[in-house]
């Protein structure tokens, strides 16, 4: 297994994705659950070590992920290709959250609907790259969880 396997995988990923869904929950104002739909550019943002480093020196309010991306323009720019070019790996890493009961998928409205609402306390020898991909979940939760789904494709230049 090569290194970009052992760090961008399903388990990364699905831990990923459920601290993700828990913060947009959280930080959303009616704690809405997440569309899947919007789950589809974490994984790809989130392994970028460049753009994580600058969402984890942020912190959650919405006003620090328009700073981010108006710092950082070039972090965003091919989203949507990388998003294409990861949405396996996210489908897998989200069946994945759904087997070992981190998410329920709501098939009727296509929602993550977190689980487990404690952290997961793992250790692992991946150290602060881990570390650094859970705490830009997080925000990414958070700042999603304050927009709307147009908002969100403005500001990355995505289509879903």
Known sequence: MNSFETVQ?????????????RFYNEYSETHEYSPVILALPVLPIVFNARARGEICNRNFREG???????????????????????????????YLASAVDL??????DSLIIPKRKTPL????????EYDQIIQASRRIGAWFGQL??????????VVF
């Open 148 to 157: 709307d789904i147009s908002e969100i494709m403005i500001h990355f230049n």
């Open 103 to 108: 998410v329920q998928y709501d098939e009727r």
């Open 9 to 21: 995988n399903e388990a990364l990923g699905a831990h990923a994705i459920w601290e993700y869904s």
């Open 64 to 94: 620090s992920l328009l700073r981010t991306i108006s710092d950082t323009r070039d972090l965003y720019s091919g989203l949507q290709d990388r998003m294409e070019g990861l949405v396996g790996l996210t489908l897998k890493s989200l």
């Open 121 to 128: 306390n793992i250790e692992l020898s991946y150290g602060k």
